[in-house]
């Protein structure tokens, strides 16, 4: 599945403030969410969000995943070191301008320019064990640019709503509509060099707007730049991977959902 590529390479941005969870006192990549036994003879221990993003890639052969964090978020390379007990190769780079995931995400552009790429968000939990094994079959079989994971929508209002044809080429992606007729959104990715090349320039094009602009907060989210790459011509498709929607421990609310706490 991997031989048109160096390698596949997992990219997790793990940036954010979590400003809608402000009672935090670290990063919520790093919460506890249930446990776990690693075999008969070991107790269990906890078991943090990003730890299940970790396993989905791993379980996909992906041995090796860059964490783009932004300053003070130490927690997390204090938790995970080197990625060792994971079974999991990690490096860490730095946010450099603040305008939004793809703009995190576009600091790895140098390590990882020639690369598949497996996107997972380390504060979505999800089921689906084979995910990323399936986008990337898919994309072997389709030699799509993108290949989006699509999930079941339980709160369309906060979430990227994707529109697809029968043959589930994506058509728009709809970023957090108020209502909508569409049931499913992306919560992860494959993408290849020709995405991955595309947004480094589409950065670079609109980056001088977000410039002027950063005092107001406006961020870029990734649907924008996945949908202004099917505006200019890239192939992305979708696969459905769980009958279940993903939980955005981000959203207030959903964190207690995963931990069951109040």
Same mark, same amino acid.
């Given at each position: !599945?991997?031989?048109?590529? @160096? ?29 776990? !036994?690693? @075999? ?13 993003? %970790? ?13 783009? %964090? ?34 995190? %995400? ?10 598949? #790429? ?26 799509? @640019? ?79 730049? #996945? ?6 011509? %890239?192939?992305? !498709? ?25």
């Amino acid at each position: !599945m991997k031989a048109q590529f @160096d390698e596949v390479i997992g990219l997790i941005p793990a940036a954010g403030r979590a400003t809608r969870l402000p009672s935090l006192t670290g990063s919520k990549e790093v919460i506890p969410i249930g446990s776990e !036994m690693p @075999d008969d003879s070991a107790p269990a221990h906890p078991k943090v969000a990003c730890e299940y993003l %970790l396993d989905h890639l791993k379980k996909a052969r992906i041995n090796k995943a860059y964490i783009v %964090l932004r300053e003070g978020k130490w927690d997390i390379p204090a938790y995970f070191g080197d990625g060792t007990a994971c079974g999991i190769h990690l490096a860490y780079l730095m946010m450099g301008l603040p305008h939004g995931p793809p703009f995190t %995400l576009d600091q790895a552009y140098p390590f990882v320019q020639h690369s598949l #790429i497996a996107l997972g968000f380390p504060d979505i939990i999800f089921g689906a064990d084979d995910a990323f094994a399936k986008l990337i079959a898919t994309q072997t079989e389709t030699h799509a @640019d993108v290949v989006l994971g699509l999930f079941p929508a339980d709160q369309p209002e906060h979430v990227d709503m994707v529109d697809t044809g029968d043959d589930f080429r994506v058509r728009q992606i709809i970023i957090k509509p108020a209502q909508t007729t569409l049931r499913h959104t992306w919560g992860i990715a494959v993408w290849t060099p020709a995405f991955t090349h595309f947004m480094h320039e589409y950065l670079l094009t609109i980056r001088s707007s977000f410039e002027t602009d950063k005092d107001n907060g406006r961020e870029l989210h990734v649907g924008n730049v #996945i949908q202004a790459a099917i505006d200019h011509g %890239l192939k992305v !498709m979708a696969l459905p991977v769980s009958d279940k929607p993903y939980v955005d421990i981000g959203v207030p609310g959903n964190l207690e959902k995963v931990t069951g706490k109040n």
